[in-house]
Structure formats: structure tokens, C-alpha cells
């Protein structure tokens, strides 16, 4: 039996999976701001009380992080809960719980998710985006995911928002000290800026979505604007990862329009202009980063 934990900002969620990917159990709590001890005595607190909801024990445990473990100081790195830099979580949470843990980013799990049993099943690469109040990326070659050299494999949201027309440049200012990234352009937030500047108004990335279902015209746009930026930062991955399926998640990716006119696009950037990747919605939606957690732990392993 596997648990999977979801570390997220405001809440930690636990779910136990039998072998067939079946869910056991699944718990929810706040998460402790600001407070690192206090944040791995709730983990392990959760890891117990969904081991005695499912009925198990010493089940194996693989937590999703907001953010990565350094190779370099196997510390804890590049996350915005700012109380977790620097420590070692994953050795923490191993010595909490009694038992070794595994610990990978959040979008890596979402992509092995997905790669899993959801809508990338049975596909030997899958690049798994989010789109949400951030823009991550994981990749998962033959059913693993791959972190990379320096624990940055997929963060596609920090490289510069490709063929970039003259009206982007240089772009808004990211977080991470760089401009025009495409995350500022990708986000929810970035829909949000370019309905603005279009309408005059402000409005939500829902708010956005919804509009344009209803046909008004400054939302449409937006979004077209928005699928264009997307087919061309997708189709980078593709000319970099060539993967099988790209599997779209976080808020955006429920904007259904996304998947049948993307496709119609992006061909023109990627190199011969051929293309056949499928483009797909996740199967597991909020699920996704939890059960990709429990994941790590491959069947023969776990």
C-alpha cells in the first residue's frame, strides 16, 4: 500500500491507494504557515490518521513539494513557502514518520499522475503542465519522472516566452528577477492582465473564461491571444522533449477551448511542422498531485 501527501501553501492532503490505484482514504488539514517543525509534525500526523482510516500500516509515503530539493546541499529549494528553504524535509519527514520517504516536486507529480492511470497512460513521454496561479511543468519518461541534473527538469514557466512579438517585449517582471517569462504570460494571472488591457477592466481568469463562453468580444481576444502564447511555448517543449502526450492541469487547463484550437496552432513553430502529439485535459484533476505523490513508489518498490 502507498500514501501519497500534497504539501501545498494552505492545506496538506493525504490519500492512501491500494495496488490497482484505488482510493483507501483521503484526509485534508491546514497547513502551518511560517512554522518549519511544525509543518513536518502535521505531515506525519496526517501519514498516521490516513493509515488508520485505511486500515494499513507502514504503508510507503511520497510527498509532493512546492518546490525541489538542491542536489548540490540536498536542501530544500526555490519554493514560495519561504519557511521550508534550507532544510532537509526529506530526511525530517523520514526520521518523523519512521520510515523513508520520497519527495518530488509538485508538478513532477502531477505529470507522474497522470502518466500513471490518468489521461497520459500508456505513452512513454508525458510533459505535464500547469496552468494556474503559477505555470510548472514535470516530465515522466517510461513511467518515472525526471528531475534532472540540477532538479529544474520541466520548468518551462522560467524560460522566456518564445517568439516573442515586438508588443511582448520585454515583458512583465517574474518573480524569479527576469522579464517575460512565461509565467507572467501563462498564468491565470497572466489572462487576467491580458483581458485588461484589452477591455479596460478587470477581471479573474474564471471570470475571463466565462465571459468568453458567452461570447463577449474583448474575452475572446484575450483567449485567443492566450492560445497562440500557449501553442508557442508548447511547441519549444516539443522541438526540446518531443514528448507523446502534453497533459494541461491547474485552473486554465479547464478552459475546454484550449484543446482543439492549440493544436491547430502550433505546428507552425515546431521544427518540420509536423506534429502528432496529443494535447489532452488531466484525468485526476485536484487529485493529480496527491496521487502522483504516492506514486514515487513503484509497484515492485512499494
Sequence with gaps: MRIGVDLGGTKIEAMALSRDGG????????????????????????????????????????????????????????????????HAIDKDLSEAVGRPVRVANDANCFALSEATDGAGQGAETVFGVILGTGVGGGLVVRGRPLNGHNAVAGEWGHNPLP???????????????????????????????TFAAIADRKASAPEVQEAAENGEEAALKAVAIYENRLARALAHIVNVFDPDVIVLGGGVSKMTALYDSV??????????????TRLVQNKHGDSSGVRGAAWLWPDEES
Design 23 to 86: 482510493a483507501l482514504a483521503r484526509h485534508r488539514i491546514p497547513a502551518p504557515r511560517d512554522d518549519y517543525h511544525k509543518t513536518i509534525e502535521a505531515i506525519a500526523g496526517l501519514v498516521r490518521e490516513t493509515e488508520r482510516m485505511a486500515g494499513i500500516t507502514d504503508a510507503t509515503v511520497g510527498v509532493g513539494i512546492p518546490g525541489t530539493m538542491s542536489p548540490l546541499t540536498h536542501l530544500f529549494k526555490s519554493g514560495n513557502s519561504t519557511w521550508l528553504i534550507g
Design 163 to 193: 517568439w516573442a512579438e515586438d508588443s511582448e517585449r520585454p515583458g512583465k517582471k517574474c518573480y524569479c528577477g527576469h522579464f517575460g517569462c512565461i509565467e507572467t504570460f501563462l498564468s491565470g494571472g497572466g489572462l487576467a492582465d
Design 263 to 276: 493544436p491547430k496552432l502550433w505546428s507552425r513553430w515546431v521544427f518540420g511542422r509536423e506534429i502528432t
